[in-house]
């Protein structure tokens, strides 16, 4: 009996002794998935990318070539393990001082991203929502690495698993540039003939996987030509339904320039990027006019409070009748 539970025992060390060898292997050389080798010795990117990873967005930091840098910053949390916790505090004592919460870990992934013949790269298509016109869209045009410019927020997709390279640097299958703004809201804020100047704010994009806050938006003046292909339009404006008729749907109306005014709210669309010029040709102008006043009856005046008329109440009186008799009044005796 004795020498079975001795057997069992060496049986157990002897397990354990393996599977710490092959802890120690495995931190020092690496495990191998799908075809590469990860570090768990020093897991650079491991901790921060979830597997499988072939897709990444950021920030493009530069371009050199056929090749572009991008970032993104990514913050793992800790968790608090349970040693940590304070424990329990016996009543009419004081407990220990709160053990801090760790410090988030945060770090900055950089990626040299390289562009070859068979890279797709595409963006997508802008819309002008035109009233009056119908246009045939265009067939998206062929874009190249010069359409990629530094600070924009692409998307980049690979046949490559991120975890497992042995440098930070891949191929692109695809990349998915931002679609260009091309439209503005703002003020008018003059007219000149056939240009206007429309004040507008705009509110610079944030980049995902970071907690910085935007920037506050900055107002610029457009400088807009109108020409004779500009679609100025909007809906009609619907008034009051009247009793015992039917709703109108609200109908697309045209416009002439002469319809446009200072201090007039309006929406212009572009075919260029209102990011980076201030002078272009609108393509349609969308004004905002205010709904129409609607009269409404007269108010009623509230009514008064009915008073309630006084409560009767019976009193009996007892009235003493004197006769006063005088004297020259009465007939003398003869």
Request: aromatic residues 6%.
């Amino acid at each position: 009996m004795e020498k079975n539970k001795f057997l069992l025992l060496l049986a157990f060390i002897a397990v354990a002794f393996i599977f710490l060898l092959a802890g120690l292997s495995l931190g020092q050389k690496g495990i191998n998935i799908a075809g590469g080798k990860i570090d768990l010795s020093s897991p650079s990117n491991l901790l921060f990318l979830t597997s499988p990873i072939t897709s990444f967005s950021g920030k493009v930091d530069k371009i050199s070539g056929n090749s572009v840098w991008i970032s993104q910053s990514f913050t793992l949390s800790q968790a608090m393990p349970g040693a940590m916790m304070p424990p329990a505090v016996e009543a009419g004592k004081a407990g220990p001082s709160p053990t801090a919460l760790p410090t988030p870990i945060t770090k900055v992934l950089t990626f040299k991203v390289n562009i070859d013949q068979n890279t797709q790269i595409s963006r997508p298509q802008n819309y002008i929502n035109y009233l009056l016109i119908t246009v045939t869209p265009a067939p998206p045009p062929k874009l190249t690495v010069k359409d990629i410019k530094a600070g924009q927020m692409i998307s980049i997709n690979t046949n490559s698993d991120l975890r497992t390279l042995k440098s930070n640097e891949f191929t692109a299958t695809s990349i998915q540039l931002p679609q260009v703004p091309n439209t503005i809201n703002g003020k008018i804020s003059a007219i000149s003939g056939n240009t206007l100047k429309v004040k507008s704010s705009s509110q610079p994009a944030m980049m995902p996987g970071t907690n910085t806050s935007p920037e506050p938006p900055k107002e610029i003046e457009y400088t807009v030509t109108v020409t004779n292909d500009t679609e100025i339009s909007r809906y009609s404006q619907v008034g009051p339904a009247k009793e015992n008729t039917t709703f109108t749907p609200p109908e697309p109306e045209e416009l002439a320039l002469s319809d446009l005014k200072v201090d007039m709210q309006v929406t212009v669309y572009t075919d260029v990027d209102v990011t980076s010029a201030q002078k272009f040709t609108a393509l349609r102008i969308e004004p905002f006019l205010p709904p129409p006043i609607v009269s409404l009856p007269p108010i009623a005046p509230p009514l008064s409070p009915v008073t309630p008329p006084p409560a009767t109440t019976n009193v009996t009186t007892n009235v003493t009748t004197t006769n006063t008799t005088t004297n020259s009044a009465l007939p003398k005796n003869p």
